[in-house]
């Protein structure tokens, strides 16, 4: 008998619905990453001020690209939920959903009689996800915050860049990109608390927060020994040689030995293992107090050769390198090629598009991109027909400007 082909897997979050009512990256994001592993996501933008991640970045034929990633399999919805016929229509969506991201300034939902008691009476499994600058308390709960002001209110940016130049911030995203990963972990974290309670709850995400979590033990550090960390460039406090160096042929090339036996093979292979037996050598931190001298040793053995023989030597020696890329080189890589990290979308506006994938493999159930982002709106009327309204009922909320 011939074998039957495997039905395929269902999507490890089919059947969640999510309300993404959030702007610009952080919740939005934290919506994507949901919805590439089956949520249903319901992007619910502005009649006449969409999301400005639409507009955000180089566009083609008057499209943003930006958008097409962010809002990949999203269906998308206008509302103005300050309108009467906005906010019932919200409430009357709550019902229907298992999770809302939201990222308006602490007492804009309550404002608009949309806040956590008219939500959760609407329904009382609802997971309201609130993504801000600074959290709902506190003494700056009330101002305008994005990624920019948690990179310089973290430490990050006081520890970024060259111990003689200005403090650096991220040329992206940084804080939002964290922020939207702790975002989901949250919202998945409240799902599962859900599934034992039956009730649903409020998430508060500071994006001043997780970024300062994946900066390490600073805080431990100070508390502890007075410690302040300062810029080092591309050297690292806890291990040298670790740097960037330049090859025979002019492009860069990144060494990391975090490891004592990497940073053993490194000097055999750079000719210097008489460093080996310093007695500094022996510890990162020992290693990290003389990076001059590794520097020296590594950076003028790189210098004499090209791009490929420094990596083809180091891959033989078993040592930690890789080449400084821009986004050219990794959309050529084998190894991303191999993981199929870059995937080709098909798009009805623009043609088959390549983006990242979805973020992470699951052997049984794995996440997909269904669609790129869509245009604003373009579910508007299917949403609502689905959720009971008749065209009436839609031509009377555009006529109240409600859509």
């Known amino acids: 008998m011939t074998a039957q082909p495997k039905p395929p897997a269902p999507s490890p979050l089919q059947g969640l619905r999510v309300l993404d009512l959030a702007t610009l990256f952080a919740g939005p994001l934290a919506a994507t990453m949901l919805g590439d592993f089956g949520a249903e996501v319901i992007k619910v933008e502005h009649p006449t001020r969409p999301d400005p991640s639409r507009g955000h970045g180089p566009d083609k034929d008057g499209v943003g690209l930006w958008w097409k990633l962010l809002g990949r399999n999203k269906r998308t919805v206008t509302l103005d939920l300050s309108t ?97 990963l702790a975002t989901s972990y949250a919202v998945m974290t409240a799902l599962a608390a859900r599934t034992a309670t039956g009730r649903g709850q409020v998430v508060d995400m500071a994006i001043i927060e997780p970024i300062l979590t994946v900066l390490g033990p600073q805080p431990l550090w100070f508390d502890q020994l007075g410690y302040v960390q300062t810029r080092t460039g591309n050297r690292s406090l806890n291990n040298a040689p670790r740097n960037t160096y330049r090859t025979a042929d002019g492009s860069w090339l990144a060494v990391s030995t975090s490891a004592q036996s990497i940073a053993e093979r490194v000097m055999h292979l750079v000719g210097r293992p008489d460093l080996i037996d310093e007695p500094w050598f022996g510890t990162g931190s020992g290693r990290a107090e003389h990076g001059d001298v590794l520097d020296e040793a590594v950076g003028g053995w790189i210098a004499r050769r090209t791009r490929a023989e420094a990596m083809a030597a180091f891959e033989k020696a078993e040592a930690a390198i890789a080449p400084i890329y ?78």
């Open 84 to 180: 009467p016929g906005g906010r019932a229509t919200l409430l009357r969506l709550t019902t229907t959903a298992d999770v809302i991201i939201e990222n308006f300034r602490p007492g804009t939902l309550e404002k608009w009689q949309l806040g956590w008691d008219e939500l959760s009476s609407a329904n009382p499994r609802i997971v309201l996800t609130r993504v801000t600058g600074f959290g709902q308390f506190g003494p700056y709960s009330h101002r305008p915050g994005f990624g920019t002001l948690a990179e310089a209110m973290s430490g990050f940016a006081s520890i970024t860049g060259e111990p003689d130049g200005p403090p650096t911030l991220p040329p992206f995203g940084l804080a939002d990109s964290i922020a939207a």
């Open 326 to 403: 821009d986004v050219r080189d990794v959309m050529e890589d084998p190894q991303y090629q191999a993981l199929d990290t870059i995937t080709e979308v098909p798009d009805p506006e623009l043609g088959p598009l390549r983006m990242q994938n979805v973020l992470f493999r699951l052997s049984e159930t794995p996440g997909a991109i269904r669609w790129a982002g869509r245009p604003h709106g373009a579910d508007t009327d299917a949403v609502l027909t689905e959720l009971g309204l008749s065209r009436a009922d839609i031509a009377a909320l555009r006529t109240q400007g409600a859509l």
